[in-house]
């Protein structure tokens, strides 16, 4: 304990380590498991669901697989929990005590949801085959309360993370807390919240895709080799369908972060992070190529597949723009000559592609060509569909109920934009907004109409057509005209532009989903005949994923600067500086390092009980 | 160990490679060494300040490094500086630089906006120290660096603000678009774009407010409100001037020349345009006092107030 007089320790180093470096590399490693040990319930439960309501077993003996995982790197995530709380106390106490201070409530809440959610793991992992018959229901909830603990421990970490970036609630001079409630919601902790929870389902997704991947490629049966492929496509599908709606979710955070600081904002998009956005683009670029890539190769192994492949080669060209444009940064670096010669600062053609209005629409083109593929993947087996009037009123009534919400919300929103209160001359620009959103309604109407028709297929390229008409080339070329004339009605725009695509995504899905139900099989699917090339995409989709969120867990923490707390602590330590991005690189690169060796650990743990069993 | 297991692992090593390349390529392009604290006046501690924690790299590239282009390319800056010291009446280049980085908005270089922030208040904060030493690095672009002339002109440099970043939040609930709404409604008579211009809107009276979240703190633009005589932009100081027969204005000069100046008046609310030819002046003097109203806190309610900064911050 500290004498009258004596200095209060603020900072140590690790062993002569850097403190920070210490902290980062164990704060991410935690995270990253975290990430997996949330992520993956929440699928394994759905995918025991489906097994339960279809009595396939092959989905139960797959959830269990996922939970077998889950259990193993359960305590590792505990470990590191712990090796975490230990250095940030040990190495940044001043800190740690000031945060403990405002946030010692809900430590013991956390501490408390940590219990629930281990008797829910084991609970869940061990009464696999004691709740098997009976009380397959009962497992199921246990499941999904093992999802709640887990949200809940995600949400009461991140209050404090996002606490750091945006503090409030607290006196900004004496670090007094005023509101503890202000203090735990915050402004950052609702979009971080969503962003990581979409996020932890895509990066578990991709790391089951994974180790499926390493099985398959060491499997010495052809019934191993088929049940490693599928849980491979699994594993894929999942990541990729949490992949879609995450831009989304980052638009929505970065948003935030400049509300609640303009000068954070201007940190990340204009100064020293704008650059390392150019480095995710790269990442999630490789992540929807590499995903598509195995979703075209996985079509080798369906016969009757042959009939979509023709679509593939165009689908690669527009990914591949897309991912051009999405990566091209505003200020695309120039020589003197080269400015010299172009007589500007920006490259006439390209400087285009580098501004919002482009990216938000490639963004949207993207995703719309990766639920393209999805669609083509699914029927690459069917043969000759049935009626959609055959599949009875359920049919009927699921598809008027999904476009009825579709239909709900674009209306709210358009009637919400309808209202917004801008100048009249500002105003104006909302109206084609208003429209599209209007001619979006009245397509889904006429989709199901056609639908019911019995031309399903001509309904869903109907809707694909008109959106990406709406959304993709008209919203394009209308985001230079309002960045030009109201730079304000962007942020609209974007919105707009989310509410069309994701409206399509969810009726296409539904009609997709009875369209192909009880449809003849052209020649099934040939599990684990896949080219040993596509479980290279699922290793590099995961290595892809994890090196993603090393990344942006620099930039989350980064954005900082060289504040503890933005704004009221000030980091004083000699590790305040912000690190230079081949440094970062250097890091992420170790990091990811570190946690595919423990991984690659604990499953093989994992699976040491399998074998004896065997 | 199996064959597939090594080739993952080579794969893993080659994708984690191909990434730190591409961090390494990308510290090149953008300029961002960063890392390390610098210490002492020297070009290489001003090299590390300019591409680290200074900042300065954000906004301006040296010759083919770093794609900061708000700013102009500081390339053949001590050169340069030395012509302008000439135009601008400073006794060297040097001093011309100083000028710049302590009163940034006084020479503002043609074809750029007047953007560039004060690096020794927050949230920058560069200690005087490190501004010599940028001075010291910028000498050697384009001229020789010389310490001992850095070290003369150090009590011209202000000590780093202590004074922190608080993230401002206004004390009421307030909406922006409300504070949009109040700027440009020139049926009022607290409209700012009667005398301001935001993008493309409004009347280029007063300062050009476009971007101004970006540079300006909540506390200036507050007080720039409120207060609008404490601090006037270089260039829109009103002038008294008195014309031969008696008459006197009070204004903001538009324009001036050996043939006429041109002045803006205001005139019960509204801003009119009135030609002087030299003449017909008797006297001309500059006033402390700013023209724009100083009763603002009257003619807006605290929530029209509040809206107005929210949407002033959120101009970038």
Known sequence: MAQDGEEVVQYRNFFGLDGRLIVWIIAELHLMFAAFVLGVPIFAVIVEIIGAKGGDI??????????????????????????????????????????????HPFMFVYALCFFGEAFCLYGYYYSWDLLAKKGKWLHISLGVLLNLFGTALMFLANSWATFMMAPSGIDMETGLVTSLYHA?????????????????????????????????????????????????????????????PLPFAGYYLGREVYSASPVMGSIMMGGSFSWTFVIQAILIGMLFIGGNYYLWNGMGRIKGAERYTPYIKYLNVIIIFCFAVWLTPHNLPLSGEERALIGEQYHPFSKFFGVMAAKNAVVNLLILSTFFSFLI??????????????????????????????????AWYAVGLSGVELEENVKK?????????????????????????????????????????????????????????????????????????????????????FLFKNAKEVGGIRWGKMPMRTQYALLLLCVVIVTLMGLMGFIRSGLRMDWHIYGYMQDTSAGAF???????????CLIVLLFLSLVTFVFWLAGLGEKGKH | MSKSFINAVIFTFLILGFFAYVCIYVTGLSGGGGGGSATGVNPEAGEKVFWGEGQCHTCHSVGTSGSGTRGPNQEGIASRAEEDAKKTGFASGLEYMVEAIVNPGSYVVEGYDNIMPKVYNPPIMLGREKILAVLSYLQTLGGEPDIKAVMKVKDKIPEASKKKVIPWVPPIEVDPKEGERVFFDETKAAACSKCHIMGERGTKVGPDLTGIGAVQTPQYLIESVLKPSAIIVKGFETMYLITTDGMAYNGIILSQNEEEIVMLVDEEGEIAEYVFYPEEIAQMQKQDISMMPGNMSDMLTTKEFYGVISFLLNQK
């Not at chain 1, 797959?62 to 590792?76: N, V």
């Not at chain 1, 912000?578 to 992420?588: D, E, L, Q, R």
Request: include cysteine.
């Open chain 1, 58 to 103: 092959k989905f139960d003996n797959l959830a269990r697989e996922f939970t077998k995982l889950l259990s193993a790197a359960f305590a590792t995530t505990a470990s590191l929990g712990g090796l975490l709380a230990f250095a940030l106390y040990g190495l940044y106490p001043g800190f740690m005590r000031y945060l403990t201070d405002v946030f």
């Open chain 1, 377 to 410: 993947y699914r029927r690459a087996n069917k043969g000759e569909i049935m009626p959609f009037s055959s599949h009875g009123s359920t049919a009927k009534i699921a598809l008027i109920i999904t476009a009825g919400l579709c239909i709900m919300f674009l």
């Open chain 1, 184 to 244: 735990f919601y915050n402004l950052l902790w609702m979009p971080i919240n969503i962003h990581r929870l979409i996020a932890n389902v895509a990066f578990g997704g991709f790391v089951v895709g994974a180790y499926a991947a390493i099985k398959f490629m060491g499997a010495r049966t052809d019934e191993e080799r088929a049940h490693y492929d599928w849980m491979g496509y699994i594993g894929n599908f999942i990541g990729l369908a949490a992949l879609i």
């Open chain 1, 578 to 588: 912000t690190p230079s991005i081949a440094y970062m690189g250097w890091t992420v």
């Open chain 1, 429 to 513: 620009y909302l109206s084609p907004l208003i429209t599209c959103i209007v001619i979006q309604i009245f397509a889904i109407i006429i989709t199901i109409l056609i639908t019911f028709a019995n031309k399903g297929k001509f309904a869903q390229a109907f809707l694909f057509g008109v959106t990406t008409i709406i959304a993709v080339m008209y919203m394009a070329y209308y985001g230079f005209v309002v960045m030009e004339k109201a730079n304000l009605v962007l942020r609209y725009l974007s919105v707009a532009q989310l509410a069309i695509v994701l409206s399509c995504l969810i009726t296409n899905t539904i009609i997709d989903v």
